[in-house]
């Protein structure tokens, strides 16, 4: 990248009557530092900004931090491209960390009003720096998958519908359904593309990342999360064409908005209409309202391997839940269950493990919305187990709980406030849909 596209890029993020940078005093630091950048390249002089603007933007809401994730991406942006300007020859560590970096910005901050730049500049250093390499198959062969263990957490499966319905109104709002093989989501590329690492691997590029889950389930103490290679974490998981490499942990890609970060996969699904009904509050979650966006849709991806669980929670928005690859289990049950499902909150005994667990919501605790409950408990000693710790919910929930396992083409509804549980039976990527 030349002088020349440094210092458009510094004419562009010097606009002073941005909302973002109207009266920001660090701003106006941060610009002097930018063109100090120009001229010694070091891309440790974004270091501070980008420190900074971490720290801020972890105390605020997305609401009120767009200053600040507006500076956190500038701040990656001139440190990605001082990795690679005027220079004959970038070494494949220094792309790599200036797309890392680029990244880290979307994944991040959001890249506010940056996103398409971002996503020029990965391409163009990918074209001009960088080169896809194959992988090479971890030996070995795959041992046949045994049954998971079936759980007497519900009584009875999630309707079926078809033909799907023509209106999305209030008869269809109340409570789960699915639709098998739906003819929207049949067609969508993703079902056969998907499924694939080369693809996903070409249509990323070299040197992403991505925010991945460590550890089976967010409620156990050693569950963290982590940034990392993109490519290592595909080599993890178990493809028709490549199995999985030996892995020590578990890693998850979950409610994450993959589309933004990769947009040619947008062009692999299609939106079902109803995500645009405008459906009314159900009767039995009066509160609702549509995502705060412009769109008022919440789109993320959910990919992991085998034996993956997300633990029975509860989500204020509508959900289209597509599966598009591999096999998942769905468990749910109604809100009017909540005062027996033991959900992580102040009243929870182990004061140290609260301060802990991602799980642990004390500073809102009637917000809280994940269970203690585990409705998919891997043996028989293990439910035994749970129904001693959790008698009230297994004396009252399975009753009013239902369960289905998805397929890919299969779609999932159920309305906000409703608890759920999600188990892959195999390698699975699905879309949820929050509206």
Request: net charge negative; aromatic share 12%.
């Amino acid at each position: 990248m030349s002088l020349d596209s440094f210092d458009q890029l510094l004419a562009e993020l010097s606009d002073e009557s941005h909302p973002c940078t109207v009266g920001n005093s660090v701003y106006f630091e941060f610009h002097a530092a930018a063109r100090l950048l120009r001229d010694n390249a070091d891309s440790r002089t974004m270091k501070p900004f980008i420190d900074r603007a971490y720290r801020e933007m972890s105390f605020l809401p997305p609401s009120a931090s767009l200053c600040w994730r507006r500076l956190y991406t500038d701040a990656c942006l001139f440190c990605a491209i001082s990795k690679v300007s005027d220079s004959v020859h970038v070494e494949d560590a220094a792309a790599s960390e200036a797309i890392a970096t680029l990244d880290r910005a979307i994944i991040i901050a959001g890249a506010p009003g940056r996103l398409e730049s971002i996503h020029q500049l990965i391409k163009y250093i990918q074209d001009d720096h960088l080169t896809l390499k194959p992988l090479k198959a971890p030996p070995g062969h795959r041992q046949p998958l045994t049954q998971m263990y079936c759980s007497s957490a519900f009584s009875v499966g999630v309707p079926c519908i078809h033909p799907p319905p023509s209106v999305f109104g209030r008869e269809w709002s109340q409570k789960p359904f699915v639709l098998r093989r739906y003819g929207y989501v049949q067609g969508w590329k993703a079902l056969s593309s998907w499924a694939s690492i080369d693809y996903l691997r070409s249509v990323a590029g070299p040197g992403r990342i991505v925010p991945v889950e460590v550890g089976k389930d967010y409620r156990a103490e050693e569950w963290t999360q982590r940034l990392m290679s993109w490519d290592s974490f595909l080599q993890s998981l178990d493809f028709p064409e490549h199995p999985a490499q030996t892995q020590n942990e578990v890693l998850y890609l979950a409610q994450h908005n993959l589309l933004m970060q990769f947009p040619a996969l947008e062009g692999d699904i299609g939106i079902p209409e109803y995500v645009y009904a405008c459906p009314d509050p159900p009767s039995c979650y009066p509160a609702y309202k549509p995502p705060g966006n412009t769109d008022g849709l919440v789109i993320n991806v959910w990919l992991g391997p085998r034996g993956t669980i997300s633990p029975a929670h509860t989500d204020p928005f509508f959900n289209c839940y597509a599966q598009a690859v591999g096999r998942k289990t769905v468990w749910l049950a109604p809100p009017e269950v909540s005062n027996m499902m033991y959900p992580f909150d102040e009243s929870t005994s182990d004061t140290a493990n609260k301060s802990h667990n991602p799980a642990a919501n004390t500073t809102e605790p009637s917000m809280c919305n994940t269970s203690r409950v585990d409705v998919f408990p891997d043996s028989a000693e293990a439910e035994q187990a749970s129904q001693d710790a959790f008698p009230a919910f297994w004396k009252e929930v399975p009753q009013k709980a239902m369960r289905v396992t998805l397929a890919p083409g299969d779609v999932l509804f159920f309305p906000p406030g409703w608890w759920h549980a999600m188990r892959s039976e195999e390698t699975s990527f699905s879309v949820s849909m929050w509206f």
